[in-house]
């Protein structure tokens, strides 16, 4: 027969076991954490580094430029790598307000490329810019004039969106290749799997 005492001795040894597990299984998953936390850590590094080591500014939307001044402020004080895109408009005129909205989807996609659109009123020289050669899209890099584009929606068919835009400006090369950001890694446990 077994006294209480070893039974006791026993059952705290059980118990110390059962904490151990316990304690072990906390300290396990501490280690996951720990680990998320650290290649979090590491992806974000990673994303600012290539940032601070990507070739000029970032922009990501279309600017709005109010006067002929500042116009040609942005055409001559911006850095020689960066490739502006000027979509010259007037409200009312067609074409005008869906290649505003295929170039605001082009900025975001070509967050390199300083997207700006002026009103042609506003441009300084507006009898140069009439109803007839509107839309018109000019494209500077390094200061200059490398291209423009009169009447650029005669270029489309009557409906076209960002992807038409994009596949033209292409064509003339004056796009650069898209950014392509690695997919989030995700790390599969074999609990995940089971």
Do not use: W
Not at 20 to 37: G, P, R, T, V
Not at 38 to 59: E, I, V, W
Not at 70 to 98: M, N, P, R, S
């Amino acid at each position: 027969m077994s006294s209480p005492q070893s039974r006791d001795d026993k059952d705290s040894k059980e118990r110390i076991s059962r904490k151990m597990s316990i304690q072990e299984y906390e300290l396990i998953h501490q280690d996951k954490e720990d680990e998320n936390c650290l290649r979090k850590y590491r992806r974000q590094c990673m994303q600012d580094m290539h940032q601070k080591l990507s070739f000029g500014p970032r922009y990501g939307f279309v600017y709005e430029l109010e006067s002929g001044e500042q116009f040609l402020e942005t055409i001559e004080k911006e850095q020689k790598i960066t490739t502006i895109v000027v979509h010259i408009y007037e409200d009312g005129i067609k074409g005008c307000d869906a290649l505003n909205s295929s170039l605001m989807c082009l900025a975001a996609e070509y967050p390199i490329v300083k997207f700006c659109k002026i009103k042609a009123c506003n441009t300084g020289a507006g009898d140069r810019f009439s109803s007839d050669v509107l839309p018109t899209l000019l494209i500077y890099k390094g200061g200059e004039l490398i291209s423009n584009f009169i009447s650029v929606t005669d270029q489309f068919a009557e409906e076209f969106f960002a992807g038409d835009v994009e596949s033209f400006l292409n064509e003339y090369g004056l796009l650069p290749e898209k950014e392509v950001h690695a997919p989030e890694q995700t790390n599969m446990d074999e609990e995940d799997m089971e």
